[in-house]
């Protein structure tokens, strides 16, 4: 009943292990815990959030163009070094089954597809809620600074996404 995306979404949770974690969850993390009561100094000034939401509309579009471009390179191409992936085994085991490394790399990308569209969504939708429904400031902050979270995040999953993508390719 099209929430089959949440398999995705736990395949991905499976498949982190501490280094993801501290990179892709912790840093972003931090980087808001940072943000956040700076913000609130500042008397809830909201236009720090309205200009990262409008910069982070395109990057996420173009970020979302290219791991599309990459999932279709990664599902119809038929180079050997795709061949050769589809047999490594990882380390990484979901549901009692070792993942390929060409698993684990659609598993990666195919929840940062998921993650983003999630966020365009919510950056075009967010701001209908937080100027029709009244909001305290409190949850307007902790709405845009679990956007903020996401897209850093997003940013972070795909340096890793487009680094192993590299390494494959170019079997380093």
Same mark, same amino acid.
């Given at each position: ?12 949770? *499976?498949? /982190?292990? *501490? ?11 931090? !980087? ?8 609130? +100094? ?5 236009? !720090?959030?309205?200009?990262? *939401?409008? &910069? ?8 979302? %163009?290219? &791991? ?9 191409? %038929? %180079? ?24 684990? #790399? #659609?598993?990666?990308? &195919? ?11 919510? +950056? #075009? !939708? ?9 909001? &305290? ?5 902790? #709405?845009? %600074? ?8 997003? /940013? ?14 170019? *079997?380093?």
């Amino acid at each position: 009943m099209y929430l089959e995306f949440l398999i995705l979404i736990y395949d991905y949770f *499976k498949s /982190l292990n *501490k280094r993801n974690v501290m990179f892709e969850w912790v840093v972003p993390f931090v !980087i808001i815990a940072l943000v956040i009561p700076l913000n609130i +100094c500042n008397n809830y000034s909201f236009e !720090i959030f309205f200009k990262f *939401k409008e &910069s982070s509309l395109n990057i996420l579009g173009v970020l979302l %163009g290219i &791991s599309i471009a990459i999932i279709t390179i990664l599902v119809t191409g %038929g %180079g050997k070094n795709l061949e050769q992936i589809r047999n490594v085994k990882t380390p990484v085991k979901i549901n009692n089954k070792q993942v390929s490394l060409y698993e684990l #790399l #659609l598993i990666n990308f &195919s929840y940062t597809i998921v993650i983003e569209i999630f966020v365009i969504l919510s +950056c #075009l !939708i967010l701001p209908l809620f937080t100027k029709f429904i009244l909001f &305290s400031n409190e949850i307007k902050i902790t #709405l845009y %600074g679990f956007l903020v979270f996401l897209t850093i995040q997003i /940013l972070l999953i795909t340096i890793r996404n487009i680094t192993d993508f590299y390494l494959i390719v170019s *079997k380093k």
